[in-house]
């Protein structure tokens, strides 16, 4: 399973919007799947998590209602949508995909996850 950040990335204002892919080497629909961010000298954090139906999410507190994640298992892609964005959203990002048993698993923990995209850097000016 190969995880590759399509596009997305780059620099914008404070309060403006971007969306990152994270497309697949396969398919995609028997793995829960994530995004994570990291900045320079700090532990990788979790920004959102999906499960493999799609079905249930979750989000850190610091971008819920600005945020979404989804995905299109048909087409092997990953999306988080952001919006509003904030200085402190400046981060790598990256996506994450680990196989489940369940349906409705979402996982938020770094070391939960066995496949990683290579990242996109996301800088937010204010």
């Known amino acids: 399973q190969v995880l590759r950040v399509e596009s997305g990335g780059g620099t914008v204002q404070a309060g403006g919007s971007l969306r990152l892919s994270c497309a697949s080497s396969?398919?995609?629909?028997?793995?829960?799947m994530g995004w994570f961010r990291q900045t320079p000298g700090k532990d990788r954090e979790f920004v959102a998590g999906?499960?493999?139906?799609?079905?249930?999410?979750d989000y850190a507190d610091s971008v819920k209602g600005r945020f979404t994640i989804s995905r299109d298992n048909a087409k092997g892609t990953m999306y988080l949508q952001m919006n509003y964005l904030k200085p402190e959203d400046t981060a790598v990002y990256y996506c994450?995909?680990?196989?489940?048993?369940?349906?409705?698993?979402?996982?938020?923990?770094?070391?939960?996850?066995?496949?990683w995209g290579q990242g996109t850097q996301v800088t937010v000016s204010s």
């Open positions: 994450a995909a680990v196989t489940s048993t369940f349906f409705s698993k979402v996982h938020s923990m770094p070391l939960d996850y066995d496949y």
């Open positions: 396969g398919e995609i629909s028997s793995y829960a």
């Open positions: 999906i499960s493999k139906s799609g079905g249930i999410t």
